[in-house]
Each structure stands twice: as C-alpha cells, then as structure tokens.
C-alpha cells in the first residue's frame, strides 16, 4: 500500500472511530435499543450509516456546490431531526419494566436508526466540512485513496458502534426493573438534550 493511501486510510479510520465513541444521537441509540431489546437491536442501529449515507454524501456534495452560503437547509434538517430525537426522548423518559415493554412493541430499531441518522446534523456537517474534502482531494490524487479513507472511516465508525451495542447488550443482564428503567430514562433525556440542541 503507497504512502497516499495508507494515510489516508488512517484519516479515516481515526475520524471514524472518533464519530463511532463521540456521544450523539445515533450512539445513544445504539446503547438504548440494545438494553431495551437486546444486542442484536443494536447492532442494526450500529449498522445504520452504511445504509444511510450514501444520499447524505450525494447530498452533501450538492450542498456544496450549489448551497455553501445557505444554511436553511442544515436548519431545515437540524429542526426535523432534533424533533424526532426529542419524540424518541420522550418515550424512553416514559420506560414501562423491560418485560412490559417487550411485550408492547417491536423494536423497529433500523427504521428508528435511519431516521435518526437521516434527520441528524452530524453526518450532513462531517461529510460537508471534513468528508467530502477530503474524499475529493484523495479521488484527486488517486481514486484508491478516496476510497481508503472511506473503507477506514466505516470499518472503524460502525465497529465502535458495534462494540457499544455487544457493551450495553452484556450489562442489560446486570440491570433489573428499577434500575433498567432508570437508565432507560437518562437514555431518553440525553437523547431529549441531543433533540434541543
């Protein structure tokens, strides 16, 4: 592997695993959706961004280019996502027993992940400021390098979140009635505080 594209694999793999361990909406999702169902739920939410972000990056691009004084768009998406995210708070802030719960609903923890995702800033202004940058210089240089930084940036964005999902799904075992909805409901404000801000 050449210079160029080792450093950019490791650009990469660093910025990802720093948006993968960065406490965020689509995070405490993870961990929410894996208590609350298992490691499994999770996991999928984990998995979310490689689904997701295509469009974001094709749209990011275009933002780029055409709108890069213009920050209605970000608003418009920051207001839908922070709404949503403050609905999902909400819910976890009303936690009935785990047992209750499982018994209530289906998870849909793909579709809550890509809603989450889709309406969250975050992955619009990476890809915007950072992302689409430095993909477009690398494709510049080498398209190889491109799609180095992209491997490294994914691999290691949805294996933290993975790891976070296999944590939390260890320790829901530890936590019962009380506890478990205790937790449920910090989940729910810290995703009520990502919704407000």
Not at 7 to 32: K, M, R, Y
Not at 76 to 95: E, F, K, P, Q, V
Not at 162 to 189: H, I, N, P, Q, S
């Amino acid at each position: 592997m050449g210079q160029g594209l080792a450093a950019s694999l490791g650009i990469g793999a660093a910025l990802g695993l720093s948006a993968g361990l960065t406490p965020g909406p689509l995070l405490a999702l993870v961990v929410s959706q894996a208590l609350a169902h298992g490691v499994r739920e999770g996991l999928k939410v984990a998995f979310v961004p490689i689904l997701t972000d295509i469009p974001i990056v094709l749209a990011s691009l275009f933002v780029l280019s055409r709108f890069s004084e213009s920050r209605l768009i970000l608003g418009l998406i920051s207001a839908a996502g922070g709404t949503y995210l403050l609905r999902l708070g909400c819910r976890n802030l009303r936690t009935p027993p785990r047992a209750e719960r499982l018994l209530r609903a289906a998870p849909q923890s793909l579709r809550k992940g890509v809603i989450v995702n889709l309406l969250s800033p975050n992955p619009y202004l990476f890809w915007m400021t950072v992302g689409a940058p430095a993909m477009r210089s690398g494709w510049e240089r080498r398209p190889a390098a491109a799609l180095a930084f992209a491997g490294g940036f994914y691999v290691c964005l949805v294996g933290a979140q993975a790891a976070a999902a296999a944590a939390a799904g260890g320790v829901e075992r530890w936590f019962g009635g009380r506890a478990y909805r205790w937790l449920m409901r910090g989940l729910g404000a810290l995703l009520a505080i990502f919704g407000f801000v």
